[in-house]
């Protein structure tokens, strides 16, 4: 740290505050600490690629139970392994602002939640979701039957046109009732 | 791509900034014990900034041109500053600029003649104005982002889901939210499987306990009243009218705070217990009744000495704005004390009670809505008492300073973040609208009706020698807008139109042109779109 290399330019800058919801501020912040996360071979290297292992180490993400799950969501590589480039940190950290509207956290959430990538949030998805939050371990989890009756008031709550898995626009629907997600959902470094 | 040959000095500076905003301890608060309990220090903080700016208005704007006039306070010779002073706030306090009784009702003379009767006037109702806008905006604000209050699944399964704090940093915060998470879970299961069930008979009986506590907390919270009327009427008969008081006397003025921060301490502990023998549909509406009987007992105790005040005070005593204003200083001052007792047994005892003597009970929770209410009724005390003596915000930012940092350290040392998560966004929309509604309108009620209505007294004070009567009012209104510059005026407000139609121009400039990176696209993501456009 403390090459001119790895200062962000004036209109890099504003290009990133106009394309994100963050400030200035919070743009040159992540790139002081995406940049703490670089060996120092990769400094010099554009576009560089920071593994997943590597940006879990941050401590805004280290303890958060989804932290994979967003790793996996906002990274751009094709090897779909979770790496993040600083443009992808970026993305991360504007959709989890201050600022950020409620329709792109929903749409964010919902895909976090969608363990398997298939667009909708059947019950598998909905059980790793409640035992993510829940306790990991055996006797932290809820029994089957707990987990049955949950999951079907979760429907019965959520599903409306009752095809047994709640797609994005019924998951945007329920989550709008709710005032405190838009205040819960965020990471702010 | 990282641009190799560009130094910005714009990021060094940057830097430097953030050093500081990293270590926001408020959000370290935030990360540890929940967004809820950060809302109450950011609360108690933005109280503080009322109470700062009324005493910057007040000392510049009365006590200042007072001082100016006549530096010496006219102490009589049988009285010297005593201790005791500080805590009854009578005595030597009395005949200072502390309260409205030392204030000249005259035009001063110096570099520009001072109007005071105007001044004073003015500045209270400037600022209480002031208070009331900021706390619309403020309501306004936080109804619009929350807008959602009417809750049709309240406790359903994915308000408790999606009420995850992304913001949690500490590996043993999380660990606790995830294990009271899984409790609430089992809990709202339970409960729906429990709401199937209910005969009718057991509604019945269910309504009886809740008629039965609303009667009982009822009949407390008049019984409270009653008695601090009779209080303030034996110890009435017990003082003299003028000064000289001997230390037993003024010891005994203390009584009545006394009382009255006694009661708002114990009594809410019983409402709790009633709470606990009623059966409540979901947890909100517990909490929302249990605010509402806490609210109602501070203000009907309130609105008690404020009649007493009005009707007895006003009428017998001489120069009674300052026997008002001492009253409410010592309703402060005890306030404060009983706060810090309340933090001292209700946080540092419960936490060695919980985890040497019974670690059944364990660590106690942050109560943040009976916090909160605290320093509202604090701050009511403040605004109530901004008329009868100018200088109490002073002793109010003392106050609530030292409060902010007893709590924090408190909170720190002896708490765990509450078992109940989420509605934290609700709740800051409830305490302003709580804070506005009840105690802001009841405190400029009673300022406006002092103002308006009472005849001041004769002997002391900006207004001394008024009488009220309909051809007096009309006369000072008369007087107020004579003052008043309306050319100023006038000309401020053409500017301002000016100023709005050239806006107005600007804006449909900008929306007739068409505008490609407009944050819509932010969904894409910025690869897809830099790509775009490189």
């Avoid at chain 2, 006039?69 to 010297?80: A, G």
């Avoid at chain 2, 909100?284 to 005040?309: E, F, H, P, S």
């Avoid at chain 2, 408190?410 to 973040?417: D, I, K």
Wanted: aromatic share 14%; net charge neutral.
């Amino acid at each position: 740290m403390g090459t001119t290399a790895s200062q962000l330019g004036k209109d890099l800058l504003s290009e990133y505050q106009e394309l994100t919801f963050l400030t200035k501020q919070e743009i040159l912040l992540a790139h002081k600490r995406f940049s703490e996360l670089l060996t120092k071979d990769e400094k010099d290297v554009p576009n560089v690629r920071v593994p997943m292992e590597r940006i879990l180490t941050l401590p805004e993400l280290k303890s958060n139970p989804f932290r994979k799950r967003i790793c996996l969501v906002f990274s751009t590589s094709e090897h779909k392994d979770g790496s993040l480039t600083f443009e992808d940190f970026l993305d991360l950290l504007s959709a989890f602002s201050d600022s950020a509207t409620m329709e792109i956290k929903s749409h964010y959430a919902f895909r976090i939640f969608d363990f398997d990538d298939d667009g909708t949030l059947d019950c598998d998805d909905l059980q790793q979701l409640v035992n993510c939050l829940t306790g990991e371990t055996e006797d932290t989890r809820l029994t089957q039957d707990e987990m049955r009756q949950l999951i079907s008031n979760i429907l019965e709550e959520s599903d409306i046109d009752k095809d047994g898995t709640v797609n994005l626009s019924e998951f945007q629907h329920v989550i709008s009732r709710s005032p405190d997600f838009i205040s819960s959902f965020k990471i702010v470094l | 791509m990282w641009p190799p040959n560009t130094e910005s000095r714009l990021s060094k500076q940057y830097n430097d900034c953030l050093q500081l905003h990293r270590f926001n301890k408020l959000t370290w608060i935030g990360g540890k014990f929940g967004t809820s309990v950060q809302s109450y220090f950011v609360f108690l903080k933005w109280l503080l900034m009322f109470n700062v700016f009324s005493f910057l208005v007040n000392f510049g704007f009365i006590t200042i041109p007072q001082l100016v006039y006549d530096f010496s306070p006219n102490v009589p010779n049988t009285t010297s500053f005593r201790g005791l002073e500080i805590l009854t706030g009578a005595g030597y306090f009395n005949y200072t600029v502390m309260y409205y009784g030392s204030y000249s009702n005259e035009t001063l003379e110096g570099a520009v003649d001072y109007k005071m009767q105007l001044g004073y006037f003015f500045t209270i109702a400037v600022y209480m104005v002031l208070c009331g806008i900021a706390l619309i905006f403020s309501m306004a604000s936080s109804f619009k982002a929350n807008y959602v209050l009417a809750d049709t699944t309240s406790g359903g399964a994915w308000q408790l889901l999606c009420s995850w704090d992304f913001s949690m940093t500490n590996e043993r915060a999380v660990r606790q939210r995830k294990n009271n998470l899984r409790v609430q879970l089992k809990e709202s299961l339970s409960e729906k499987a429990q709401r199937k069930q209910l005969t009718s008979s057991e509604k019945l009986r269910h309504f009886g306990i809740y008629l039965g506590a609303w009667l009982l907390s009822s009949s407390l919270t008049v019984g409270c009243g009653a008695s601090i009327f009779f209080l303030c009427r034996y110890e009435q008969l017990h003082m003299s009218d003028t000064g000289g008081w001997s230390p037993h006397q003024e010891a005994e003025t203390l009584l009545v705070p006394f009382m009255v921060s006694l009661m708002n301490m114990v009594v809410p502990l019983f409402f709790s217990l009633f709470n606990k023998f009623e059966h409540y549909s979901s947890q909100r509406r517990q909490i929302y009744v249990l605010v509402a009987r806490n609210v109602l007992l501070r203000m009907c105790i309130l609105g008690v000495l404020c009649y007493y005040w009005m009707n007895v005070v006003a009428t017998e005593y001489s120069c009674w704005e300052s026997v008002v204003g001492q009253a409410l200083y010592r309703l402060v001052f005890v306030d404060f004390i009983f706060l810090l007792l309340g933090s001292f047994f209700g946080e540092f005892l419960s936490n060695v009670v919980g985890t040497r003597l019974l670690p059944r009970l364990g660590i106690p929770e942050f109560d943040v809505a009976r916090n909160v209410l605290e320093i509202i009724y604090a701050q009511t005390l403040a605004w109530i008492g901004i008329y009868f003596s100018p200088l109490l915000p002073a002793i109010q930012i003392l106050k609530f300073f030292i409060l902010f940092y007893i709590k924090k350290v408190s909170l720190m040392q002896n708490c765990q973040p509450p078992r109940r998560t989420g509605r934290a966004a609700q709740m800051k929309t409830i305490f302003t609208a709580l804070l506005f509604f009840p105690f802001f309108l009841g405190a400029l009620a009673i300022v406006g009706y002092t103002a308006w209505s009472l005849t001041p007294s004769k002997h002391c004070g900006p207004f001394r020698g008024l009488d009220i009567n309909v051809r007096a009012r009309l006369r000072i209104v008369s007087f107020i807008t004579q003052s008043l510059d309306f050319k100023m005026l006038f000309f401020i407000l053409q500017e301002g139109k000016d100023k709005s139609f050239l806006l107005e121009k600007l804006q449909n400039l900008q929306k007739s042109q068409p505008n490609i990176r407009s944050k819509n696209h932010k969904k894409v993501g910025i690869p897809s779109l830099l790509a775009r456009f490189s």
